[in-house]
């Protein structure tokens, strides 16, 4: 299963108004594996040369109520550097500021 193109443009116009650089997807829907209930896991990186505050903690709940889905969003500055290889074997790009 594969995201709609109207979730992917739902996801490309929530980060255009927010200090988003890219966003990327990851995990089983990036592989064509997800299946009804699999979650969107979303990949950021984020324009520190913008006032960021607490908003980014809400993008996984605002983006869950647009897509209807359960949505995970982490920073690319914030994962595991042994987890990085495998996000980014498999992160698929959906926004580039």
Request: charged share 30%.
């Amino acid at each position: 299963m594969t995201l709609s193109s109207q979730n992917i443009d739902k996801i490309r116009q929530f980060f255009s108004t927010r200090p988003v650089k890219k966003a990327y997807l990851f995990g089983s829907y990036s592989r064509n594996e997800a299946e009804e209930y699999s979650d969107v896991d979303i990949l950021v990186e984020l324009d520190y040369t913008k006032n960021i505050g607490m908003q980014f903690f809400t993008y996984s709940e605002e983006l869950g109520s647009l897509l209807k889905k359960k949505v995970d969003v982490v920073s690319y500055a914030g994962i595991s550097k042994y987890v990085k290889p495998f996000v980014d074997k498999d992160k698929v790009l959906i926004y580039e500021r």
